[in-house]
């Protein structure tokens, strides 16, 4: 138990299904990250939020639109994916000015 | 986007047998980091190597974090099955923040 979790663990929807994906964090950090996970490849950073504020969105495609309402959660909200978006989506939080990371269990997802 | 490389991509060991994984760059990081993911799970935190030259040793794992602070190593002495998982390596840029993630080692410890 890192402190972060995720909700759904496993999520199966089809191309013009519209879902989110939920993150909340307990441990008082100001930085939160969207990653995504998939196979043979190394984590890649979606999105970053320092202090409620998107410093990064790295050049992630317009169907992902992420959402931070406060430093405790954050939202991946997903809209006409496709078939390669299936992958495990990992959320992250830190103090700020910190490298240290803590993940939570991550969402897997599957695009038909 | 600063590249990790790791070695091997795959491993796997009877237990009691030692193994070493590697990270490798070309590029300079302030700090490196070692998790460690099982099925399932998210990735969570081993270690933090910041020093170039830097030794760390958590039970029988020994970290080496290398003098010109590129590269890393992890080395497992009398791998359990319990040690079985991926294993990523990260760098950490001071000038952003940001980690930069290699695409790891899957390690299988057979009973």
């Known amino acids: 138990e890192t402190g972060v979790t995720q909700t759904p663990r496993h999520l199966v929807m089809g191309m013009t299904n519209k879902k989110s994906l939920k993150c909340e964090q307990h441990?008082?950090?100001?930085?939160m990250y969207w990653y995504k996970q998939s196979a043979k490849k190394p984590l890649e950073l979606m999105f970053v939020?320092?202090?409620?504020?998107?410093?990064e969105n790295n050049s992630v495609p317009s169907r992902f639109s992420p959402e931070c309402p406060n430093s405790s959660h954050l939202f991946l909200h997903l809209h006409t994916l496709q078939p390669e978006d299936s992958a495990l989506y990992l959320c992250?939080?830190?103090?700020?000015?910190?490298?240290?990371?803590?993940f939570g269990p991550g969402t897997r997802l599957l695009v038909l | 986007t600063q590249l990790l490389e790791q070695s091997p991509q795959f491993l796997s060991i009877q237990e009691g047998e030692n193994l070493t994984v590697y990270c490798n760059s070309s590029s300079v990081f302030s700090s490196l980091q070692w998790y460690r993911q099982e099925p399932g799970e998210g990735p969570v935190l081993l270690v933090t190597v910041v020093t170039g030259g830097e030794v760390k040793k958590l039970k029988r794992l020994t970290f080496q974090f290398g003098d010109a602070r590129k590269d890393s190593s992890l080395h497992i002495t009398a791998a359990q099955p319990g040690d079985t998982g991926l294993y990523l390596c990260a760098g950490d840029n001071k000038d952003d923040y940001k980690l930069s993630f290699g695409a790891g080692t899957t390690v299988t410890v057979r009973a």
């Open positions: 441990l008082g950090h100001n930085a």
């Open positions: 992250a939080s830190s103090p700020a000015g910190e490298e240290t990371q803590y």
């Open positions: 939020y320092n202090f409620k504020e998107q410093t």
